[in-house]
Structure formats: structure tokens, C-alpha cells
Nanobody
Framework: QVRLVESGGGSVQAGGSLRLSCAVS????????MGWFRQAPGEAREAVAV???????TYADSVSGRFTISKDNAKNILYLQMNSLKPEDTGMYYC???????????????????WGQGTQVTVSS
């Protein structure tokens, strides 16, 4: 049974930082595409950063240079370090996974079918 549990959200002022964590159980994260997604009120969920099975990261243009996705293979935890946060980064952040690989990890963002419960990030100006 695949299980993803996010933590680390909160409220910060613009320019601040947060680190999100996603504890993975039920499978080895190396065999799955994994990523971070967010959803603002009234908007569709969008991909923020994904990690390919060869550890290559891909970022949305809106967060490139500010966010970093990483993983701890020993602990099976996926992280999202968020720096220089902006009010438009506000939303519910979700950890997602699916059994893809390579370029499909970003190219097939609609294929993600395992989700955590989400963690709220609020950035005030």
C-alpha cells in the first residue's frame, strides 16, 4: 500500500523559507516518479517540481531558482526547500507519485495517481 504523508507547511512572510517533507512508504521512491504539486483556491493543481527516477529534477518556471527538490534515500523522504517565497506561492502543497520514469516524470504530470493529504503554505506580503 503506497502512502505519502506531507509535513512542514505553515505561514511565512514574503521572502521567507519553508521546507516541506514527504514520508514515503509502501514502495521504494527510486522506482517511481515523485513530485511536489500545489493548488491555490479556485485553481487547478499544478506541478511545482518533480524528481525523475535518475534523480534529475525539473521545476516549473515560476519556482526555478527558488525551490529545490531532494530526497533522502535512506529515510525514503522527499523534500521541497522553498526560498524567497512570494504571496503567489500560497496554496495546498501535495506530494505525488506514479510508476513512470525518465522524461515522463514531468511530461506525464497528469499520470500521478498517488497523493498525500496535503500541507498548507501561506505567504503574506
Amino acid at each position: 500500500q503506497v502512502r505519502l504523508v506531507e509535513s512542514g507547511g505553515g505561514s511565512v512572510q514574503a521572502g521567507g523559507s519553508l521546507r516541506l517533507s514527504c514520508a514515503v512508504s509502501g514502495y521504494t521512491s527510486r522506482s517511481y516518479c515523485m513530485g511536489w504539486f500545489r493548488q491555490a483556491p479556485g485553481e487547478a493543481r499544478e506541478a511545482v517540481a518533480v524528481r525523475r527516477t535518475d534523480d534529475t529534477p525539473t521545476y516549473a518556471d515560476s519556482v526555478s531558482g527558488r525551490f529545490t527538490i531532494s530526497k533522502d534515500n535512506a529515510k525514503n523522504i522527499l523534500y521541497l526547500q522553498m526560498n524567497s517565497l512570494k504571496p503567489e506561492d500560497t496554496g495546498m502543497y501535495y506530494c505525488g507519485a506514479y510508476s513512470g520514469s525518465g522524461l515522463a516524470c514531468w511530461g506525464q504530470r497528469n499520470a500521478y495517481n498517488y497523493w498525500g493529504q496535503g500541507t498548507q503554505v501561506t505567504v503574506s506580503s
